[in-house]
């Protein structure tokens, strides 16, 4: 009959063993597959402390380079085709754009939305009866869309969102 100090010892040789192929360890004693597994465990550490930074310096400079939406404005013959695109998704970008609709009295008479992988508006507006005088031209409503851009990606600079 072995004994129950037999079967530890054998499991921990088993166990020690299965250790040494894990890490490639070419050790002999127990106490050097031990070292040689904490060495491995080091080197993990610093690959993984590696492929974040990685991750991180990825993601930044995929911000630096994203393009900002483009906008295009035409003349319609009472109103405006309005274009917004961005290769990215904007979340809450439609508000903005609409907000500014809003700001030059312009009434939203058409309009299609996409906010899924990427962000894409088409919306046909006409001008308002109260403007006050005010003539607006397709670059006034352009200007005033880029605006909207800008103050939205601005609430998007926030570190806590």
Known sequence: M???EHKRAAALHEKLQLLRSITSSHAESDTAI??????YIEDLKQKVDRL?????????S???QDSPPTVTVETLEK??????FS???????LVHVLQAFEQLNLTLVEARAS????????AISVEG????????DAQVVRRAVLKAIRRWNTSTDQPDQ
């Open 2 to 4: 072995v004994s129950r």
């Open 115 to 122: 906010c899924t992988a990427n962000f894409q508006l088409e």
């Open 34 to 39: 031990v070292v040689d597994a904490s060495k």
């Open 79 to 84: 109103g405006f085709l309005i274009n917004v």
């Open 52 to 60: 974040n930074q990685d991750i991180i310096n990825s993601a930044q």
């Open 62 to 64: 995929s911000t630096v």
């Open 87 to 93: 290769e990215k998704n904007c979340p809450n970008l």
């Open 129 to 136: 009866d109260a403007n006050g005088g005010e003539i607006v």
